[in-house]
């Protein structure tokens, strides 16, 4: 157990570090333009153009990191640091999201795994919780309700491995776009994709977090307690 919990301070720390770099190069490249003078707003909608998809919408949300990609209201949602501005760090998390709206449209297998997975997901998100806690209490006298919180939390494991191919493919996507459509050159393509990397590692810590708890409920269950 006690190694466990080494491995699991060790992500801990790792995830916070991925965090922390994740905001330095968000405001390091945020501060850098592209030199076109194109908006994220702008380089979303030149990218869902050049790749014929006409029936998504590019919008603004609150926040900071907040950008995503809706598929089930076809939406590409930049948060307010991306969508006004014309930095190399906006270029490339629109380019990202729409990377998203890319694999939707060409039905991109693991984007379709995903989103059908993400009412399971909601399910188990609302129960695991729950069902872990009790387990655990119960666990001599009840251990089917342990047994159940790990299933429930399994399935969200196995979505956020899921989404490891489906962010790594979409930032294939904007760069190969960003530097075949000429929004990044020579000089600052390596820092769009040195920021959409640093995006890329919040998800593969996440992932192992993830996995490193499911293992530790397992153990649980399996009365392995030191």
Known sequence: MMSYWILFIGIAVASWLVQANLQRKFKKYSKIP??????????AMKMLHDNGINDVKVTHTPGTLTDHYNPATKTVNLSEGVYESNSIMAAAVAAHECGHAVQHARAYAPLTMRSKLVPVVSFASQWMTWLLLGGILLL???PQLLLAGIILFALTTLFSFITLPVEIDASKRALVWLSGSGITNSYNHAQAEDALRSAAYTYVVAALS????????IMIFMGRRD
């Open 210 to 217: 993830s996995l490193a708890t499911l293992i530790y409920y």
């Open 34 to 43: 592209t030199g076109n003078g194109m908006t994220g707003r702008d380089v």
């Open 140 to 142: 001599h006298s009840f």
